[in-house]
C-alpha cells in the first residue's frame, strides 16, 4: 500500500510541480495575458481536484503507516479544500471586477498551492524512508 501511495503523490508532486513552475509561465510568457489566463483558468479545477482526490486517499489509506503521514495528508486535504471550493470561486469572482483584489487572491492561491507541493513531497519523503 505504501508503494500504492508513493506512486500517487509523486505522480502529482510531478504534475504540480511541472504546471506550476514550467507550464504556466511558459503560457503567459507565450500567449497573451487574457488567452494565458483563459488556459489556466480551465485547468486549475481539474489540478486541485486531483490533490483534493490523492490527498483524501493518502489520509484514508494512511492510517496504517503511522501518524504522522495522516496528519500531512489531513494538512494537505483541508488544504486542496480550501483551495477548490473557496480560493478558485473568490479569486474568480474578483477577475475582470476588482484587480488589487484579484491579485491578492492569486498569491494567496500560489502560495497555498506551494505549501501543498511541499507536504506532497514530505509526504514522498515519508513513504521512501518505509
Given at each position: 500500500?505504501?508503494?500504492?501511495?508513493?506512486?500517487?503523490?509523486?505522480?502529482?508532486?510531478?504534475?504540480?510541480?511541472?504546471?506550476?513552475?514550467?507550464?504556466?509561465?511558459l503560457?503567459?510568457?507565450?500567449?497573451?495575458?487574457?488567452?494565458?489566463g483563459?488556459?489556466?483558468?480551465?485547468?486549475?479545477?481539474?489540478?486541485?481536484?486531483?490533490?483534493?482526490?490523492?490527498?483524501l486517499?493518502?489520509?484514508?489509506?494512511?492510517?496504517?503507516?503511522?501518524?504522522?503521514?495522516?496528519?500531512?495528508a489531513?494538512?494537505?486535504?483541508?488544504?486542496?479544500?480550501?483551495?477548490?471550493?473557496?480560493?478558485?470561486?473568490?479569486?474568480?469572482?474578483?477577475?475582470?471586477?476588482?484587480?488589487?483584489?484579484?491579485?491578492?487572491?492569486?498569491?494567496?492561491?500560489?502560495?497555498?498551492?506551494?505549501?501543498?507541493?511541499?507536504?506532497?513531497?514530505?509526504?514522498?519523503?515519508?513513504?521512501?524512508?518505509r
Amino acid at each position: 500500500m505504501d508503494r500504492f501511495l508513493l506512486f500517487l503523490n509523486s505522480a502529482y508532486l510531478g504534475l504540480g510541480s511541472f504546471f506550476s513552475f514550467f507550464l504556466a509561465p511558459l503560457l503567459f510568457r507565450v500567449l497573451q495575458r487574457e488567452q494565458a489566463g483563459s488556459v489556466v483558468e480551465r485547468v486549475f479545477p481539474v489540478y486541485f481536484s486531483l490533490g483534493f482526490g490523492v490527498s483524501l486517499l493518502t489520509l484514508l489509506l494512511g492510517f496504517r503507516l503511522g501518524k504522522l503521514l495522516p496528519l500531512l495528508a489531513l494538512i494537505n486535504f483541508l488544504l486542496h479544500a480550501f483551495h477548490l471550493f473557496y480560493i478558485l470561486p473568490t479569486t474568480h469572482g474578483f477577475k475582470g471586477v476588482d484587480y488589487d483584489a484579484f491579485v491578492r487572491w492569486h498569491g494567496i492561491s500560489m502560495g497555498v498551492n506551494l505549501i501543498s507541493l511541499l507536504l506532497t513531497a514530505l509526504i514522498c519523503v515519508l513513504l521512501l524512508r518505509r
